[in-house]
């Protein structure tokens, strides 16, 4: 989570040309439509920040796409570099600069926030607390498979799943997280 708040400033900054912090609310989320461990960080942005040394606000009307996708990039790979500090990471993290040379993928929803800003903050609970998959789209557990359904986001199409049930068990214990944890912060 600090590591997109601090990318989002830096990002906020190049774009300005001068020091910025923007005003944030960040959610952890680690699952996807099947259950499947697929952490990912939803945020609610400013469109701008507080400059401190001239003590305003700065609006951006135009915010380069790009250069969010390289920034992300870099601020995500080196904070792995930094907590893991083996060889292994530092290969696998010189293979992910080669392999993505346009930086990584920060879906961005453009846009205006929306006037029923109550019907969003629902949204967010309801993403927030959902289990990571419903028990609606179990359609079979026979005490040694569960075969489950989801649609797919490159389809479009509901795909069927059937694993054991340690493993089903297993992606679903992998998502429950520490006591305190705080999965939606405030930044800004």
């Not at 993505?100 to 967010?124: C, E, H, I, T």
């Not at 026979?142 to 297993?170: A, L, W, Y």
Request: hydrophobic letters at 30%.
């Amino acid at each position: 989570m600090q590591c997109g708040v601090k990318c989002l400033d830096d990002f906020f900054s190049a774009v300005s040309g001068k020091a910025l912090k923007g005003g944030y609310i960040v959610v952890i989320q680690t699952h996807g439509r099947n259950g499947q461990y697929n952490p990912h960080l939803p945020i609610i942005s400013t469109s701008g920040g507080w400059d401190p040394e001239g003590q305003q606000w700065v609006h951006l009307g135009y915010l380069p796409y790009p250069m969010l996708h390289k920034k992300w990039q870099w601020y995500a790979l080196e904070m792995c570099r930094e907590t893991v500090k083996t060889d292994e990471i530092n290969t696998l993290i010189d293979t992910c600069y080669q392999r993505y040379p346009n930086g990584f993928v920060a879906n961005v929803q453009k846009g205006d926030v929306p006037a029923r800003y109550r019907s969003l903050a629902m949204y967010w609970a309801k993403y927030v607390v959902r289990p990571p998959i419903s028990v609606r789209r179990i359609d079979r557990d026979d005490g040694q498979q569960v075969t489950s359904h989801s649609r797919s986001h490159k389809t479009d199409r509901v795909e069927r799943e059937r694993v054991d049930v340690s493993t089903f068990i297993g992606r679903m214990m992998q998502q429950v997280f520490p006591k305190g944890l705080k999965r939606i912060r405030y930044y800004g």
